[in-house]
C-alpha cells in the first residue's frame, strides 16, 4: 500500500515535526494532541474493523470523527469545550495532511467541514483582594516548608506565572538586584522577564540561599523540584483551609490558574494598561487578555457611575399610542 496513504505515518510526522519542529508548541499542547489521538485512533480501529496500523486516512472518515465527539459527551461525560478542543486537533492533522498531500485535499475539506459545538463561555475566575490576602495568610511562616509555600503563593501572585513555569524557574532565572525581576520561560519556549515586588527579594534570597543557579527555586520535602500538580494540591489545600474564614471561597475550586487570572485583574484595576498585562502575562495574542477587561464588575461599575445623568428625565415617560398594525401596514 503506498505509504501516503497509511494514517500511521502521517500522524508521526504531525506530532513529531509540526507541533514540535514548525510549531514549537508548548509540552502541554503536544501532550494535549497525543492524548486526542489516543483516543481517537482505537475509536476508528473498533468502528471500523481495521488494525490502527493498517488504517489509511481516508478510513478516518469525517463520520467516524462525528461518532467519535458524540462518544466523547455521551460515554466519557466530556463538556462541549473538551470536545470542541478535541475536535480542534483533528482538524490540525487535516490541515497538515491537506497542505501536503493533493490527493488528499478532499478529505481535508470534508474534515474541516465538522463544526464545533456552541458553548456557553465561562466567567474567568479570580480572587478579590480579601480573598487573596487570606489565602496568603495560610502558611505557617515559622516552619521551613510554611515559608516556603509562602513564597511560592506570593510569587505566583506577583507574577502570575502559570504552575509549570514556576515549578521550571531556576535560581539563574532570578535577579535580585535593582530593579529585581524573574526570567520565565513560558509556552513554545517563549521567555518575559516579569518585575518583582522588593518584599520579594529577602524572601527568595533567604529561600535559595546557599545552592546553586542551576537548582530550581522551589523544591519538595525531600529536596527534590516540585512538580505543576504539587503546585496546584498546594494552592487547593490552602484555598480550603482560607474558605473556613472567607465563606465566599469555599463554593468554588481555587486553583494556581486562579491566583494568575487574580494578578491580571488586579493590575488591571490598579490602572496598568491591558498591552504591559498581556507581556506580563506572556499572551501571544492581546484578544486574550482582554477578557479580563470584561469579567471586572468593580470596573464596569466605577465606570457606570462616572456617567453624568443629571439632565436625563426621572420621571417616566407617557407612552404613545400607536395606530393598529393594519391602519400602518395601508399607510405604507
Request: charged share 25%; with cysteine.
Amino acid at each position: 500500500m503506498n505509504d501516503k496513504n497509511l494514517l500511521g505515518p502521517w500522524i508521526r510526522r504531525f506530532l513529531l515535526e509540526y507541533l514540535v519542529g514548525e510549531r514549537n508548541l508548548a509540552r502541554n499542547t503536544q501532550t494535549s494532541y497525543r492524548d486526542t489521538l489516543t483516543l481517537l485512533l482505537p475509536f476508528a480501529s473498533k468502528r471500523t474493523g481495521i488494525a490502527i496500523d493498517r488504517m489509511t486516512v481516508e478510513d478516518l472518515s469525517p463520520a467516524i470523527v462525528r461518532q467519535f465527539l458524540d462518544h466523547l459527551e455521551r460515554d466519557r461525560q466530556c463538556t462541549g469545550a473538551t470536545r470542541n478542543q478535541r475536535l480542534g486537533t483533528i482538524h490540525s492533522l487535516a490541515r497538515f495532511i491537506g497542505m501536503r498531500s493533493p490527493v488528499h485535499l478532499s478529505w481535508c475539506t470534508e474534515m474541516r467541514l465538522v463544526p464545533f459545538k456552541k458553548t456557553d463561555r465561562s466567567m474567568i475566575g479570580y480572587l478579590e483582594k480579601v480573598e487573596m490576602d487570606e489565602l496568603l495568610r495560610q502558611p505557617d511562616r515559622d516552619t521551613a516548608i510554611g515559608l516556603r509555600d509562602y513564597v511560592l503563593l506570593l510569587f505566583l501572585y506577583n507574577s502570575g506565572a502559570r504552575a509549570d513555569e514556576v515549578a521550571r524557574l531556576t535560581i539563574g532565572d532570578l535577579h535580585l538586584g535593582d530593579p529585581p525581576s524573574a526570567r520565565i520561560l513560558g509556552k513554545g519556549n517563549k521567555v518575559r522577564l516579569c518585575p518583582l515586588w522588593p518584599m520579594m527579594i529577602p524572601l527568595l534570597r533567604n529561600l535559595v540561599a546557599g545552592r546553586g543557579t542551576d537548582q530550581v527555586v522551589f523544591l519538595g520535602r525531600a529536596n527534590k523540584p516540585m512538580t505543576r500538580f504539587g503546585i496546584h494540591r498546594l494552592v487547593t489545600n490552602y484555598a480550603a483551609t482560607a474558605s473556613e474564614t472567607v465563606p465566599s471561597m469555599a463554593s468554588r475550586r481555587i486553583s494556581p490558574h486562579n491566583i494568575r487570572h487574580t494578578s491580571a485583574v488586579h493590575l488591571l484595576r490598579a490602572g496598568v494598561d491591558i498591552n504591559t498585562i498581556r507581556a506580563w502575562l506572556g499572551h501571544v495574542s492581546l484578544d486574550t487578555t482582554n477578557i479580563y477587561a470584561e469579567v471586572d464588575l468593580e470596573m464596569k461599575a466605577k465606570a457606570l457611575a462616572i456617567v453624568d445623568v443629571s439632565g436625563l428625565p426621572v420621571s417616566p415617560l407617557r407612552r404613545r399610542e400607536l395606530p393598529s398594525l393594519m391602519i400602518f401596514l395601508r399607510g405604507l
